[in-house]
């Protein structure tokens, strides 16, 4: 079992930034896959931005050039800066991880929640103009 716990939502302006981060324990395995989704009132959940098991970033259209993901193996973290947000951007943001390697090849982004096995209990990010 892995437990994944968020931190670093809060409210901002148009324009602003914001840090999440995620920190991962129990039966952690650093050649999981890890990522970030988010899910706006009324709305499916979508993903946002994945690491997978190579090491390779995976980002949704939406956020390519203002977001960025990182994670760090050794200490089972995984972080999301957000820069130059938007309203649209408001939902709440899970962390994820699958239950064994992973990786996606294509030119869309293409993972979806089925293929994350645990998921934290999300942080609130809310931008207002």
């Known amino acids: 079992q892995v437990h994944l716990v968020e931190s670093g939502g809060g409210s901002v302006q148009v324009g602003g930034s914001l840090e999440l981060s995620c920190v991962a324990s129990?039966?952690?395995?650093?050649?999981?896959?890890m990522g970030w989704f988010r899910q706006a009132p009324g709305k499916k959940r979508e993903g946002v931005a994945v690491v997978d098991s190579p090491g390779q970033t995976h980002y949704t259209d939406s956020v390519v050039g203002r977001f960025t993901v990182s994670k760090d193996n050794a200490k089972h973290t995984l972080t999301l800066q957000m820069n130059s947000l938007k309203p649209e951007d408001t939902a709440i943001y899970y962390c994820?991880?699958?239950?064994?390697?992973?990786?996606?090849?294509?030119?869309?982004?293409?993972?979806?929640?089925?293929?994350?096995?645990?998921w934290g209990q999300g942080t609130q990010v809310t931008v207002s103009s």
């Open positions: 129990g039966n952690t395995a650093s050649g999981v896959a």
């Open positions: 994820a991880a699958t239950r064994g390697r992973r990786t996606w090849i294509g030119a869309r982004f293409l993972p979806t929640p089925d293929d994350f096995g645990y």
